[in-house]
T-cell receptor, first 115, second 114 residues
Framework: AQSVTQPDIHITVSEGASLELRCNYS??????LFWYVQSPGQGLQLLLK??????LVQGIKGFEAEFKRSQSSFNLRKPSVHWSDAAEYFC?????????????FGSGTRLQVQP | DAGVIQSPRHEVTEMGQEVTLRCKPI?????LFWYRQTMMRGLELLIY????????DSGMPEDRFSAKMPNASFSTLKIQPSEPRDSAVYFC????????????FGPGTRLTVL
């Protein structure tokens, strides 16, 4: 069965500091991997996705993520955090063959940004 | 493109009442998902449809919950009778027929059952 672990429930960083949010997955084949962001009172918005090719993927809002197959990880990074990045971040994994199966989401990491 | 549309955005009701949440997926998308989000349990998949057919409803908490997708452009999630523990934000998401497994989320319906 597929699963996603986001070990950090809550992270606080200072504005301008770098950020790394961790995501580890368990999946029997090469998965699709996603990061979504949820601002307060909003739905989930896709930040970036990986399904093949370059293991470093760029997303919106200056975010990037690196797929490391050997570590079963897909960590999200940003070199300089802005106050508007305060939100909850979800990692998700899904099959390459969309078939009849859904994504599996992690429990989320809540990011707080200090001025 | 208007994105996934959900209505109502907020619903406040009393215990025992029937609640119906509505979702219009993105045109051309053939999969639709209903999620529930709470502080305690996070984001839970309730049910999903492919081509209007329910594929996996194992996440539906109990018989009080039911979901339908009568056509490709409309789905409902009904709770009857509602209970205070059903209070949550309910999200609908849709996924295109081909391409990546990306889901597009609606803005959610915040349900409060008193």
């Amino acid at each position: 069965a597929q699963s996603v672990t986001q070990p950090d429930i809550h992270i606080t960083v200072s504005e301008g500091a770098s950020l790394e949010l961790r995501c580890n997955y368990s999946y029997g084949a090469t998965p699709y991997l996603f990061w979504y962001v949820q601002s307060p009172g909003q739905g989930l918005q896709l930040l970036l996705k990986y399904f093949s090719g370059d293991t470093l993927v760029q997303g919106i809002k200056g975010f990037e993520a690196e797929f490391k197959r050997s570590q079963s990880s897909f960590n999200l990074r940003k070199p300089s955090v802005h106050w508007s990045d305060a939100a909850e971040y979800f990692c998700a994994v899904g099959p390459m063959d969309t078939g009849r199966r859904a994504l599996t989401f992690g429990s989320g990491t809540r990011l707080q940004v200090q001025p | 493109d208007a994105g996934v549309i959900q209505s109502p955005r907020h619903e406040v009701t009393e215990m025992g009442q029937e609640v119906t949440l509505r979702c219009k997926p993105i045109s051309g998308h053939n999969s639709l998902f209903w999620y529930r989000q709470t502080m305690m349990r996070g984001l839970e998949l309730l049910i999903y449809f492919n081509n209007n057919v329910p594929i996996d409803d194992s996440g539906m908490p109990e018989d009080r919950f039911s979901a339908k997708m009568p056509n490709a452009s409309f789905s409902t999630l009904k709770i009857q009778p509602s209970e205070p523990r059903d209070s949550a934000v309910y999200f609908c998401a849709s996924r295109p027929t081909s391409g990546s497994n990306e889901q597009f989320f609606g803005p959610g319906t915040r349900l409060t059952v008193l």
